[in-house]
């Protein structure tokens, strides 16, 4: 089983960007594809990127509202799991939490398929 902590959400004027890093421990991080999601008030969580496992073919995915603007890499060495967010929006403003998941990669979009999660960093985004 695998353990996760975000880190690296703040304060941000709108255009600026933030780099949010996911950190896992326990073993077989390799095993996981690791997703973003994101959750605003009075929202449901949504989801913004998530990395499939090398095994699965190691590549990115990203919701239409953030593609273009959002980077997602994966150090598997590290145990990491970073999300470059660039040009950020006011609509950006959520909790961002990164979630872990074995499911195909046909799901790895859905929420209700990870069964991991970080406690979540907020990011703000003011006008």
């Known amino acids: 089983q695998v353990q996760l902590a975000e880190s690296g959400g703040g304060l941000v004027q709108v255009g600026d960007s933030l780099r949010l890093s996911c950190v896992a421990s326990?073993?077989?991080?390799?095993?996981?594809?690791i997703g973003w999601f994101r959750q605003a008030p009075g929202k449901e969580r949504e989801f913004v990127a998530a990395?499939?496992?090398?095994?699965?073919?190691?590549?990115?995915y990203y919701s239409q509202s953030v593609q273009g603007r959002f980077t997602i890499s994966r150090d598997n060495a590290k145990k990491m799991v970073h999300l470059q967010m660039n040009s950020l929006k006011p609509d950006d403003t959520a909790v961002y939490f990164c979630?872990?998941?074995?499911?195909?990669?046909?799901?790895?979009?859905?929420?209700?398929?990870?069964?991991?999660w970080g406690q979540g960093t907020q990011v703000t985004v003011s006008s």
């Open positions: 326990g073993v077989n991080f390799r095993n996981y594809h």
């Open positions: 990395s499939s496992r090398p095994g699965s073919g190691g590549s990115a």
């Open positions: 979630a872990s998941s074995t499911v195909a990669l046909s799901g790895i979009r859905q929420s209700n398929m990870y069964y991991t």
